[in-house]
C-alpha cells in the first residue's frame, strides 16, 4: 500500500513550477460481519383485537466478509407494544449457527394484537458487529369489532 502511495505522488509530482505532489492514502475496505435485515420494517395493517396476522418472513444477512454470529434475536422488551408480537416456527435462523459471508436465514414474525390503536415493536437481532444489534420496525393497527356496532 505504501508504495502504491508512493508511485502515485510522484505520477502526481509534475516539473517545476507545479504545485507540489500530494500523497494519495487508499483505505482498506471493511472486514468482518456486516448484518442487515430486509425488510427494515413490517407494516402488518389492520388486525381485529385477538385474531393473529399471516406471519411476515424477516431476512438476515451477513454482507461482511467474516463470520456472523448472534446469541439472541426476539421481540424486543424494550418495544412499546412487545407482546403484541411474536417470533413464530418455521424460520431458518438458529443462534448456534454462524452466516459466513453472503449467507442468510430467515425469522417468522407475526402480529396479534392484545389492545385497540396503533401498536408498535421491534424485532432485534444482538450480533457480532460494532453496532451490537440490529432491528426491524414493527407496527401494526387494531379493528375494532364492535365499531359498526356489536349485536
Given at each position: ?142 379493528v375494532d369489532p364492535c365499531a359498526?356496532?356489536?349485536?
Amino acid at each position: 500500500m505504501a508504495a502504491l502511495s508512493a508511485v502515485a505522488a510522484l505520477a502526481c509530482a509534475g516539473t517545476a513550477g507545479a504545485p507540489a505532489a500530494q500523497a494519495l492514502t487508499f483505505a482498506a475496505p471493511p472486514t468482518g460481519p456486516i448484518a442487515s435485515l430486509s425488510p427494515v420494517g413490517v407494516d402488518f395493517g389492520a388486525v381485529q383485537v385477538g385474531d393473529a396476522s399471516d406471519p411476515v418472513s424477516v431476512t438476515l444477512t451477513n454482507s461482511g466478509s467474516g463470520s456472523l454470529s448472534f446469541w439472541r434475536f426476539g421481540i424486543a422488551s424494550s418495544s412499546v407494544n412487545a407482546a403484541d408480537f411474536a417470533v413464530v416456527a418455521g424460520g431458518s435462523c438458529v443462534v448456534s449457527v454462524a452466516l459466513g459471508s453472503g449467507e442468510s436465514c430467515t425469522v417468522l414474525v407475526r402480529f396479534r394484537p392484545t389492545a385497540t390503536g396503533d401498536r408498535s415493536g421491534l424485532l432485534s437481532f444482538w450480533v457480532n458487529t460494532l453496532v451490537g444489534r440490529v432491528n426491524v420496525a414493527l407496527t401494526g393497527s387494531v379493528v375494532d369489532p364492535c365499531a359498526e356496532g356489536c349485536f
